[in-house]
């Protein structure tokens, strides 16, 4: 969906298999394989997730934060930051894989 700034929408509810197999074959074009990790530093979860296939070489980790202000610890292997960086959005990265950015 559209973001806001870093902000961006998401929903997050069980939905039956079935459901979710028509929802893949009929509004998606193409996906992407990725594996996501969690990591607690402090208070906070970095969701970490490690790409494969296409997208294979790309790690992107995400953090989520009760404001766009909030201060967050930076561990020592925490990259470049791209959330502006449409490049790296799964919609993208489904369409365009990493190593053609």
């Known amino acids: 969906g559209r973001s806001h700034g870093a902000r961006r929408a998401e929903f997050e509810w069980e939905i039956p298999r079935d459901e979710a197999c028509t929802?893949?074959?009929?509004?998606?074009v193409a996906g992407i394989d990725k594996?996501?990790?969690v990591a607690r530093?402090?208070?906070h979860d970095f969701e970490i997730d490690v790409f494969a296939?296409?997208?294979a070489g790309l790690?992107?980790?995400?953090?989520?934060l009760?404001?766009?202000d909030e201060p967050f610890p930076r561990p020592e292997w925490l990259g470049d930051e791209v959330t502006h960086d449409h490049r790296y959005s799964n919609s993208i990265l489904a369409q365009r894989?990493?190593?053609?950015?």
Do not use: M, Q
Request: with cysteine; charged share 25%.
């Open 23 to 28: 929802l893949l074959d009929t509004l998606c």
């Open 35 to 37: 594996t996501r990790f």
């Open 41 to 43: 530093v402090g208070a």
């Open 53 to 55: 296939g296409r997208n």
């Open 59 to 64: 790690s992107l980790v995400e953090i989520e």
């Open 66 to 68: 009760s404001h766009e």
């Open 97 to 101: 894989p990493w190593p053609e950015l």
